[in-house]
């Protein structure tokens, strides 16, 4: 583990946190390191989008690529998070 430092944030998302973290037995800490592990960077989507179309034998072109975000934005929109 790295050396600790502390990031800002509203008093209710601190509270979010707390109960978040204390439902699942662990610490806010934690809790933020496995969120942060679980979310993909900008560039990890990409690669790991490449590498798909590259394994199903598709060029990945400006037009896939757009295609592939639309899909998603529409599965994140029908799951109720951001269509974004």
């Known amino acids: 583990?790295?050396?600790?430092?502390?990031?800002?944030?509203?008093?209710?998302?601190?509270d979010r946190l707390r109960i978040l973290a204390?439902?699942?037995g662990t610490t806010i800490t934690e809790l933020l390191e496995e969120l942060a592990a679980r979310e993909l960077t900008q560039a990890e989507r990409e690669e790991r989008a490449l590498r798909a179309a590259r394994?199903?034998?598709?060029?990945?072109?400006?037009?896939?690529?757009?295609?592939?975000?639309?899909?998603?934005?529409?599965?994140?929109?029908?799951q109720g998070g951001a269509a974004g």
């Open 1 to 14: 583990m790295g050396k600790p430092t502390s990031i800002k944030t509203t008093e209710e998302v601190r």
């Open 22 to 24: 204390a439902e699942r």
């Open 55 to 78: 394994e199903l034998g598709v060029e990945y072109t400006d037009q896939v690529q757009q295609a592939g975000r639309q899909a998603w934005a529409k599965i994140r929109a029908h």
